[in-house]
């Protein structure tokens, strides 16, 4: 049976169209989790890869990263996001993307930011242009203020909606902070998810709502349980490259509150592209490991997507601890 098969068996009706559930059913696992491999990054791979001078990495080099990562990595993942500018192409002519891992593509132009004009989009790409290029999600990101009034990113939001809503694909929209202080996460966080999900989006990407300098856990669970009460979506979290072990502690209080998985790049493939391991064969394993444990705890812990969208009595009971290694 295939995975489309397996999350409709049983249901009928719900909120998405049949476009959207076959996207997010390519983008997750049998059971309706997201575990995805992020390696839209460019700026940030940059600075990765060579940060006394991110500038001199070419977009061949990123190319070939990008690449690599997803044959190394891919297998374990339940989708990948990647650019449309240097990596969409060149992983796709590597046929390294297993038909296992649906392809999520970040459409937002990731050098531009700003809270006081419209997000956009990279020059000559939209929905259907992702649509033509076998994108099963779309995903785009920007900044976002919820304490000030916000209408260029609520219109810049609304009209991807229409236009994932005319093509039929499902949006994965990441709204990011502007404000570092920890007394300020919380309340950014949850109030972007209720706004923004508010606006038609499919999925929520979003920042872990307590600051990782807050070690209270208990607090972590009532942040994130307040997350899931708020949100009109499904949420998964980012990673943001927060360090590994700190990621896996977040994920799985997410997860055990809510969350329907995650999306995350650094925290999993930082090490392996930095050269911190001095064996690149060691490198590889660990990237692997680590992919590996975070798609356990999602698995295990995550709610489905399913039963954010329908009324079906879709089971959300935490499999034994014993699947996670």
């Given at each position: 049976?295939?995975?489309?098969?397996?999350?409709?068996?049983?249901?009928?009706?719900?909120?998405?169209?049949?476009?959207?559930?076959?996207?997010?059913?390519?983008?997750?696992?049998?059971?309706?989790?997201?575990?995805?491999?992020?390696?839209?990054?460019?700026?940030?791979?940059?600075?990765?890869?060579?940060?006394?001078?991110?500038?001199?990495v070419r977009p061949r080099k990123l190319a070939a990263v990008k690449v690599n990562l997803v044959e190394w990595l891919a297998s374990r993942a339940s989708g990948?996001?990647?650019?449309?500018?240097?990596?969409?192409?060149?992983?796709?002519?590597?046929?390294?993307?297993?038909?296992?891992?649906?392809?999520?593509?970040?459409?937002?132009?990731?050098?531009?930011a700003s809270l006081t004009e419209a997000p956009k989009l990279f020059a000559g790409w939209d929905v259907l242009r992702a649509k033509n290029s076998r994108a099963d999600a779309i995903k785009c990101s920007f900044l976002y203020d919820p304490y000030v009034d916000s209408p260029p990113a609520h219109e810049f939001v609304a009209a991807l909606v229409d236009d994932c809503n005319e093509h039929d694909l499902p949006l994965f929209v990441e709204p990011l902070s502007p404000h570092p202080l920890p007394g300020d996460r919380r309340t950014v966080v949850v109030d972007a998810a209720e706004r923004i999900g508010a606006l038609g989006v499919d999925v929520l990407k979003l920042e872990f709502p307590v600051d990782a300098a807050e070690t209270d856990e208990g607090l972590w669970r009532a942040a994130c349980e307040e997350l899931t009460a708020v949100s009109p979506r499904p949420w998964t979290l980012l990673s943001g490259g927060t360090d590994f072990d700190t990621f896996v502690r977040q994920l799985t209080v997410a997860c055990q509150s809510g969350a329907s998985g995650y999306v995350a790049g650094r925290s999993i493939w930082g090490d392996l592209v930095s050269g911190g391991f001095d064996d690149g064969l060691k490198a590889r394993g660990e990237a692997e490991r680590r992919l590996g444990l975070l798609s356990d705890i999602s698995e295990a812990y995550a709610r489905s997507w399913i039963s954010w969208f329908e009324s079906s009595g879709e089971s959300t009971s935490t499999p034994p601890e014993s699947r996670i290694h």
């Open positions: 049976m295939s995975r489309l098969s397996d999350l409709s068996n049983g249901q009928s009706g719900g909120l998405l169209s049949a476009g959207k559930r076959r996207g997010l059913a390519a983008t997750s696992s049998s059971r309706g989790v997201f575990s995805i491999l992020a390696i839209d990054h460019l700026a940030a791979l940059s600075a990765t890869l060579q940060p006394d001078n991110p500038d001199s990948i996001l990647i650019d449309p500018i240097v990596g969409l192409e060149p992983v796709a002519e590597a046929a390294v993307r297993p038909d296992s891992c649906g392809l999520m593509i970040g459409l937002e132009d990731g050098d531009y």
